[in-house]
């Protein structure tokens, strides 16, 4: 599809439904000469030249890349007319394409009955799960692990409920039997396990956390911001095949979190949560004098702690999901390629006498750091800060993220590594973009290669 065609096209087809409502004039105030907007775009443009091509398959850094044009479609022309999903009387279409692309989200993850919504982010949909945590468990705290995303940590603190981290072993996941200790104090309420954690792409065994939180009286959140669309994986043909436990058992956990903005092809700004139990939107009550007024269906923002959200944001991701569903076969067919890009690679630096294996990658997050003598902390942490700045800086660039492993966790895989310090940067690549999976080889010759020269 041809991005600039259909950017043509979405103003027409705005253009065309305004044009019933008869004609008008624009006011003068909100007129802008073309001189001076070409001025203005020009130094924009420029101004935007300084970024790095998350686009590119030689990035393989951060969580980042473009959205799908069927979303910048979605997005621009439902922007044209800006409706607000807080409430129908702010626009019943993307408040139904809403509902429609949650009801897919939750068809993935198994959900036989759901309650929610899109939110701005990952961090206000853990928020909203969180919220539910406490008002279902009060007095008690949530157990989440110490490779859990920050924001779990800071809104327990912002909802006034004691945090509990708990350690991770070896492979980046949550430890049960320190769970277990954790939850025997009866101190906890919820249990939120990550599947797919942000720093290594760790999945926690939801399978295995859930029978001790059902013993002890315990809520389960899980956290898929990053991976929850790797579901569409579990128990896949071929070599991208991620094992289907904890990801089936998800099905049976009360919320869950993810974020279209990192896997789902969307534009910041689209994040979404999902209970179980549709009766938790009890807590969300509120009346609202402003809103309200079209019907008395259930509007959104009666189940959401935001107001104002960009209900352009849910005609893209229904517009998305139109062409590119959460199936094995739509959207499932690009976290293959970003999967089978992983594995490649880290059968390359398996092989490598210059890079190591940090850890072998669950989903498409590659951790490696590189081999120097003495084999110790110090110097891996020097050469990778020194490898990503000379990658950046190359005639031929790539672009790679360095991670902060304490000496534990290091030590815990990488027994020989002398800890001389109290940590190491390690390097990290998500490989994110399907184009990955066919520049693995070039990238890897151009990180040993920096890894050699020094
Ligand atoms: C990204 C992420 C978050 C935070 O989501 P935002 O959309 O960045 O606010 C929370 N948890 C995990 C596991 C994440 O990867």
Redesign the pocket.
């Given at each position: 599809m041809d991005l600039h065609h259909w950017l043509g096209r979405a103003t027409h087809a705005i253009q065309d439904w305004a044009d019933t409502f008869g004609p008008y004039q624009a006011h003068p105030s909100l007129l802008v000469d073309d001189d001076r907007f070409a001025a203005a775009f020009g130094e924009l443009a420029g101004r935007l030249k300084d970024n790095y091509p998350f686009f590119h398959p030689h990035y393989a850094g951060q969580?980042l890349k473009p959205p799908h044009p069927a979303a910048v479609v979605g997005y621009v022309t439902a922007m044209l007319i800006n409706p607000n999903n807080h409430a129908l009387d702010g626009g019943p279409a993307t408040a139904a394409m809403e509902r429609e692309a949650v009801a897919q989200l939750a068809s993935m993850f198994g959900y036989d009955t759901h309650l929610g919504h899109l939110t701005t982010?990952?961090?206000?949909?853990?928020l909203e799960a969180l919220f539910v945590a406490r008002e279902l468990h009060p007095g008690r705290g949530v157990a989440y692990s110490e490779d859990?995303?920050y924001?779990?940590g800071r809104m327990c603190h912002v909802l006034g409920l004691k945090g509990h981290p708990v350690p991770t072993d070896d492979h980046g996941r949550m430890d049960l039997d320190a769970l277990e200790d954790t939850l025997r104090t009866g101190e906890v309420g919820t249990v939120v396990v990550?599947t797919?954690?942000?720093g290594l792409g760790a999945v926690d065994p939801v399978h295995e956390v859930l029978p001790l939180a059902e013993r002890h009286g315990v809520r389960v959140h899980v956290?898929?911001?990053?991976?929850g669309f790797f579901t569409l994986l579990a128990g896949a043909d071929g070599p991208e095949a991620l094992p289907a436990e904890p990801w089936r058992a998800i099905a049976r956990c009360d919320s869950v979190?993810v974020?279209p903005?990192?896997h789902g092809l969307q534009p910041?700004g689209c994040?979404a949560v999902l209970f179980r139990d549709p009766e938790v939107g009890r807590f969300y009550l509120h009346d609202s004098p402003y809103t309200y007024f079209t019907s008395a269906e259930l509007h959104l923002g009666e189940i959401s702690l935001e107001c104002s959200r960009a209900g352009a944001s849910a005609a893209a991701l229904w517009l998305t999901f139109q062409l590119l569903p959460p199936t094995p076969d739509g959207l499932g067919q690009i976290l293959a390629a970003g999967r089978r890009a992983a594995l490649k690679w880290a059968d390359l630096i398996d092989a490598s006498q210059y890079l190591e294996l940090y850890q072998q990658p669950e989903l498409d997050i590659v951790s490696y750091f590189p081999a120097v003598e003495p084999a110790a902390l110090t110097g891996i942490d020097a050469a990778s800060a020194r490898i990503l700045t000379d990658g950046m800086t190359s005639p031929d660039p790539i672009f790679l993220s360095t991670l902060r492993a304490d000496h534990e966790a290091f030590t815990a895989r990488h027994p020989q590594i002398t800890a001389d310090t109290d940590g190491a940067r390690i390097l990290r690549s998500v490989l994110m973009k399907p184009e990955s999976e066919h520049h693995i080889e070039h990238l890897h010759i151009r990180i040993e290669h920096l890894a050699r020269t020094r």
């Open positions: 969580m982010s990952g961090t206000i949909a853990n859990a995303h924001t779990h990550t797919g954690t942000t956290d898929a911001a990053y991976g979190v974020d903005h990192k910041y994040g």
